[in-house]
């Protein structure tokens, strides 16, 4: 909601403010020179959990002004439960809606979130039933007559009459149904997994890299994911979708859940490490420029700057990234802009 302000206080401690196009972080594109970078993701860029300044987008333009060369403003277009259907739909119409981005950045924070009929997607939905599409028939907030939709009309109608507090009423309505609709299968499906586990013998911890923690358990086991042979025709055809939005250069970047605390102990193993890593073997023979954030999430924990995950209120190795993981994408996509070429041919034609 452009004009808006939005206070976060039970997970993080922040305020953020809103700017062109419900941009969060309060950027003003008339203050942010061309050429600009997309920046795309969940509540996870979105970043309510964190102050303006230490948001990825607004990271990205502080460390780019410090280049001699090769300058480019950051654009955080991140919402909460926005989806790879939503960046394939959404990125033709920002392009014509804003001139001057010369690349696009989109940061997934969960394999899942490649996969079809994920819960998770609140808007369009990337299905694979009856066949593989991207529907957005039953998103009440998109107007095909308007570039942002109808969610981003309300939005400005709210910040005008400065009813900000009727949009905060309206989302919590919106999550409450939600997880009524959904949780009941989904804990259901991870309790049986845990029984299934209590029958087995304990294990113990292997990795030799493991730092002592006291006061966590291990946290619920992931349920539902396929198998690689079975994910590549879906990757395929979402990859092919979101290939076919833009002639300016994509880049997938994936951040994984590591460091994590499990039975006491610090891991750097990230379960969904195989299926990662064959998607982005996969986007990488598609065309696509890609980032894994692993080795940097675990080099900033080593070195003592602590988890990219969790805040002082909350678990400190999940939920939302924090300002060290919004800062490390920043810098890991600043270091792409300075080495992709085909990033610099879009900054010198435009």
């Known amino acids: 909601m452009p004009g808006s302000v939005f206070t976060q206080r039970f997970e993080g401690w922040a305020t953020s403010s809103f700017g062109d196009f419900g941009m969060p972080g309060g950027l003003q594109l008339s203050s942010l020179p061309a050429p600009h970078v997309a920046i795309w993701g969940d509540s996870h860029i979105e970043g309510l959990q964190i102050n303006d300044k230490k948001k990825v987008a607004n990271r990205v333009t502080q460390l780019s002004l410090k280049q001699t060369s090769h300058r480019v403003s950051g654009l955080n277009l991140a919402s909460s439960g926005l989806s790879m259907a939503d960046f394939c739909l959404d ?8 001139p001057g981005i010369t690349a696009h950045y989109i940061v997934l924070t969960d394999i899942r979130d490649t996969l079809p009929d994920q819960p998770t997607a609140r808007h369009a ?29 309300l939005k400005r109608f709210i910040a005008n009459y400065r009813l900000e507090f009727l949009w905060k009423t309206i989302k919590k309505a919106y999550y409450a149904v939600s997880t009524i609709k959904t949780s009941s299968l989904r804990y259901t499906d991870k309790f049986k997994q845990l029984l ?48 076919a939005t833009s002639n300016r250069p994509i880049t997938i970047i994936y951040c994984p859940k590591v460091p994590r605390i499990r039975c006491g102990l610090v891991t750097m193993q990230d379960d969904d490490d195989t299926l990662a890593t064959a998607f982005l073997n996969l986007a990488t023979n598609c065309g696509f420029s890609t980032i894994t954030m692993n080795n940097l999430f675990i080099s900033g924990y080593q070195s003592g700057k602590g988890f990219p995950r ?18 490390l994408i920043a810098q890991a996509i600043t270091k792409n802009i300075h080495l992709n070429q085909s990033i610099h041919h879009a900054v010198h034609t435009d």
């Open 91 to 98: 990125i033709p119409v920002v392009e014509q809606a804003i």
């Open 196 to 243: 299934a586990v209590q029958d087995q013998p304990p294990k113990q911890p292997e990795s030799p890299s493991s730092t002592r923690i006291f006061g966590f358990g291990e946290p619920l086991p992931s349920v539902g994911l396929p198998s690689i042979e079975e994910a590549l025709e879906p990757w395929a055809f979402i990859l092919s979708k979101l290939k």
């Open 310 to 327: 969790g805040f002082a209120n909350s678990r400190p190795d999940s939920g939302h990234l924090n300002a060290l993981g919004h800062l």
């Open 125 to 153: 939905k990337f299905l694979s039933k009856p066949y593989l599409h991207i529907d957005a028939s039953q998103d009440p907030n998109r107007d095909p007559n308007s570039p942002f939709g109808l969610r981003k009309q």
